[in-house]
Nanobody, 124 residues
């Protein structure tokens, strides 16, 4: 069993920054890729970023590439999402999720554990 707890969301002005954290329980955290997704009101949950088990590979949605950075600390069992140059369209609930394998996936069905989400609101 894995539990994921996100933190770090909040209200920020356009152009600002936030850093999300996702703390994971369980001894197997370092064996799996991790991902961040988001869901805006009235929209489907979408992929944002993912990182391989070692942190050596990352992948981003085109909409956040160059602005967001995903990273992980396998000693602290934590994955991060640094979000810079935020835009109003980044407003959403952000979820971290554990992949079923060690490699990167952009598909929701490849993730088996999810956090409760943290709200990010970007004002114009």
């Amino acid at each position: 069993q894995v539990q994921l707890v996100e933190s770090g969301g909040g209200l920020v002005q356009a152009g600002g920054s936030l850093r999300l954290s996702c703390a994971a329980s369980g001894r197997t955290f370092s064996s799996y890729a991790m991902g961040w997704f988001r869901q805006a009101p009235g929209k489907e949950r979408e992929f944002v970023a993912a990182i391989s088990w070692s942190g050596g590979s990352t992948y981003y949605a085109d909409s956040v590439k160059g602005r967001f950075t995903i990273s992980r600390n396998n000693v602290k069992n934590t994955v991060y999402l640094q979000m810079n140059s935020l835009k109003p369209e980044d407003t959403a609930v952000y979820y971290c999720a554990k992949d079923t394998g060690w490699g990167i996936s952009v598909l929701l069905r490849e993730y088996d554990y999810w956090g409760q989400g943290t709200q990010v609101t970007v004002s114009s």
